[in-house]
């Protein structure tokens, strides 16, 4: 598993690479702020007793903040990643209660070259919890920078005989 994969330009990332997030616990403030933030106040989420009574037994967090949770714990570096281009497959596997730690791994599934300047990077994301169970999955496309390269001095065309300057160097009144 490779440290910090998310920290490499575009061309330096390999298609298997993987790395895994600390953890962070689910909390009742968490779902409190995500209700307010989105207007979710399902009672599923926000109402103790009618979620006591649910199939869940007790309130969980909103599948949305998991998956938001999840891409706030990737190690991104801004300095590369420069947006999130899309988000599918989503699919939520088990409820998540207030006071579960969840974990994300990403693995690079694809690699796009888009431009010059950018390529298109496709992550397999596993949201765990701490008895690695599996809460949800998703794949994510993130836009990503490419190392910049130095414009060429002849313009991107083959060198040829012309561009290479063959004059003498002296230095000091001696040939180098």
């Given at each position: ?28 403030s ?20 009618w ?28 300095d590369?990643v420069?947006?999130?281009?899309g ?11 207030i006071?579960?730690?969840i ?22 994301l ?37 561009d ?5 160097v002296?230095?000091?009144g001696?040939?180098?």
């Open positions: 598993m490779i440290e910090a994969p998310f920290s490499l330009d575009f061309d330096r990332l390999e298609q298997g690479a993987r790395v895994r997030s600390r953890g962070r616990t689910i909390t009742e968490d779902l409190v702020s995500f209700s307010a933030l989105t207007g979710d106040w399902h009672p599923q989420h926000a109402d103790v007793a979620a006591a009574e649910s199939s869940f037994g007790e309130r969980i967090a909103h599948g949305m903040l998991v998956l938001s949770y999840a891409l706030g714990l990737l190690p991104i570096d801004p590369r420069v947006a999130l281009r988000i599918r497959n989503v699919v939520f596997k088990r409820p998540v209660p006071g579960t730690t974990r994300v791994e990403a693995e690079i599934a694809a690699l796009k070259p888009l431009d010059d300047e950018h390529g298109l990077v496709e992550l397999a596993r949201v765990r919890d701490a008895d690695e169970r599996l809460l949800a999955r998703a794949t994510v496309e993130a836009l990503w920078r490419r190392e910049r390269r130095e414009p060429s001095p002849n313009g991107g065309r083959p060198l040829t005989a012309a290479i300057d063959l004059s003498p002296t230095e000091g001696v040939l180098i």
